[in-house]
């Protein structure tokens, strides 16, 4: 089985910083893209970014020259980098690893493993 462990996350004032993590446990012979999405109270979960195994990268608008995801392909893990945070941030973040193939007696394939989530609050 394939686990996503986060760490990070915590209360920050407006326009401070904040790093989030997320490591991949388990036999895992490849992992397709890694990113983090985040759900704010009575709305849907979106995505934040996410970035390929190839280093290609994807933000959401709002978050665009703010926030940074970074992958170590070695570790199987991501990070994200979250600067000038806005009260809009606050959110449950949540990590997400897609086209997971991993060992389990036998090779499995996982279209999406998601992480417990970590609660981001932006108060002031």
């Known amino acids: 089985q394939v686990q996503l462990v986060e760490s990070g996350g915590g209360l920050v004032h407006p326009g401070g910083s904040l790093g989030l993590s997320c490591a991949a446990s388990?036999?895992?012979?490849?992992?397709?893209?890694m990113g983090w999405y985040r759900q704010a109270p009575g709305k849907q979960r979106e995505l934040v970014a996410d970035?390929?195994?190839?280093?290609?990268?994807n933000y959401a608008e709002s978050v665009k020259g703010r926030f940074t995801i970074s992958r170590d392909n070695a570790k199987n893990t991501v990070y994200l980098q979250m600067n000038s945070l806005k009260p809009e941030d606050t959110a449950v973040y949540y990590c997400?690893?897609?086209?997971?193939?991993?060992?389990?007696?036998?090779?499995?394939?996982?279209?999406?493993?998601w992480g417990q989530g970590t609660q981001v609050t932006v108060s002031s």
């Open positions: 997400n690893a897609a086209g997971v193939t991993y060992l389990s007696s036998s090779t499995h394939y996982a279209n999406n493993v």
């Open positions: 388990g036999t895992i012979f490849s992992i397709n893209a």
């Open positions: 970035i390929t195994s190839g280093g290609r990268t």
